[in-house]
């Protein structure tokens, strides 16, 4: 049994698993930036190859209907403790079996801990498609900033590509410090905002905005202010919606002149 040490890259993950039917089982699979070395620790290093990475996910996408690769996927980015090695356990078994119905299996343990953290993550990624709020930055660009539970942004670009395909936008998190940018043509990821960011709240930098940006974000307020039918609140269905983490970066649940943000009833109006 070994302990195998990657670059803690998916593509790492899926050399460590192409590796394993030559050494030895893992224990672990950990990130080399973490692990901590034990002298006696068997350690096997993983040396990160594309075309590996990619010969294990058209295998395993090819007898399960093209599901495992994205599956595999979100738990990776679910960072839980046991991700990498349920990953490696799901795709030896989905490898054995060769069989798209395994994934249904959820009397396997490891098939019914994935579906756990497929909708974990699929609930996320969700409440990202509504809660994202963009704002325009005087370089024309539009800009979001997130904080999800899970690291989600890899899986939101084919989403607001097809929503704004005609925007130059970035959506970034906050704190995991990365995201990913769109040009109008192509994404890539990012590691910084160059400034834009306020580090004291989750908002841009004032001073960055387009001049035109806080007087569409007070329209907003205003729309939701207008709405708002306080003989019918209802806070705990309200929060139950829109959740008090989010709010951070809801242009609509910013207070306007001091003043406590409103809560709005989204219970929905006949």
């Not at 690291?151 to 906050?174: C, Q, S, T």
Request: with cysteine.
């Amino acid at each position: 049994m070994s302990i195998y040490v990657t670059d803690g890259s998916f593509e790492g993950l899926l050399c460590a698993v192409f590796a394993s039917y030559s050494c030895s089982m893992p224990t672990a699979i950990v990130d080399a930036a973490v692990y901590q070395t034990n002298l006696f620790d068997d350690i096997i290093e993983i040396t990160t190859d594309e075309e590996i990475a990619l010969r294990v996910l058209r295998g395993i996408d090819t007898v399960s209907d093209d599901k495992a690769s994205r599956l595999c996927l979100m738990i990776f980015l679910s960072e839980f403790d046991d991700a990498n090695l349920l990953v490696w356990r799901l795709i030896r078994k989905l490898m054995r079996v060769k069989s798209a119905g395994f994934l249904g299996n959820y009397a396997d343990s490891d098939v019914l801990r994935a579906a756990q953290i497929r909708k974990m993550m699929s609930r996320e990624i969700h409440r990202m498609h509504a809660f994202i709020r963009f704002q325009k930055a005087h370089d024309g660009a539009y800009y979001a900033l997130i904080d999800p539970d899970f690291d989600v942004v890899p899986l939101l670009d084919d989403h607001f590509v097809r929503r704004f395909a005609d925007m130059r936008w970035h959506i970034f998190d906050v704190r995991r410090q990365y995201g990913i940018a769109y040009d109008g043509v192509t994404v890539r990821l990012i590691a910084s905002l160059d400034g834009l960011l306020d580090t004291r709240r989750a908002q841009l930098n004032e001073a960055m905005l387009d001049e035109q940006e806080q007087a569409f974000q007070g329209l907003w307020k205003t729309y939701f202010d207008s709405v708002n039918i306080k003989a019918r609140a209802n806070r705990k269905h309200h929060l139950r919606q829109l959740p008090k983490r989010y709010w951070k970066y809801l242009s609509e649940k910013q207070p306007r002149n001091g003043a406590q943000p409103v809560d709005i009833d989204l219970r929905s109006r006949r």
